[in-house]
């Protein structure tokens, strides 16, 4: 098992830059797949970005590709993204996760079995 928690996260405005941090503890070696989700007010949780714990394969949707970053520090067993020119559509509570299942990089959060607890993401006019 493994143990996510989240940092980072606030109220920027649009065009501004936050990078969320995702720090895992437990069974950290048996990590395979990370990823960010988000879910906003009323809608589905969806996914933003997913990365292999190993490897350079990088997974992004389609609404956050070009501006945001997902990257790891495997020593450290931490997860980022690195979010730039916010849009106000991002707002959301975006959520990390984790995989220790050997499959193929999921983008549905059913692929995922370990969540962090939430951060909260507000970008205003």
């Known amino acids: 098992q493994v143990q996510l928690v989240q940092s980072g996260g606030g109220l920027v405005q649009a065009g501004d830059s936050l990078r969320l941090s995702c720090t895992a503890t437990?069974?950290?070696?048996?990590?395979?797949?990370m990823a960010w989700f988000r879910q906003a007010p009323g809608q589905e949780r969806e996914f933003v970005a997913a990365?292999?714990?190993?490897?350079?394969?990088?997974k992004y949707a389609g609404t956050v590709k070009g501006r945001f970053t997902i990257s790891r520090d495997n020593p450290k067993a931490t997860l980022y993204l690195q979010m730039n020119d916010l849009k106000l559509e991002d707002t959301a509570v975006y959520y990390c996760?984790?995989?220790?299942?050997?499959?193929?990089?999921?983008?549905?959060?059913?692929?995922?079995?370990?969540w962090g607890q939430g951060t909260q993401v507000t970008v205003s006019s």
């Open positions: 437990g069974d950290t070696h048996k990590l395979y797949n």
């Open positions: 990365l292999p714990w190993s490897g350079s394969l990088r």
């Open positions: 996760a984790a995989d220790l299942e050997i499959r193929i990089l999921g983008e549905a959060a059913s692929d995922y079995d370990y």
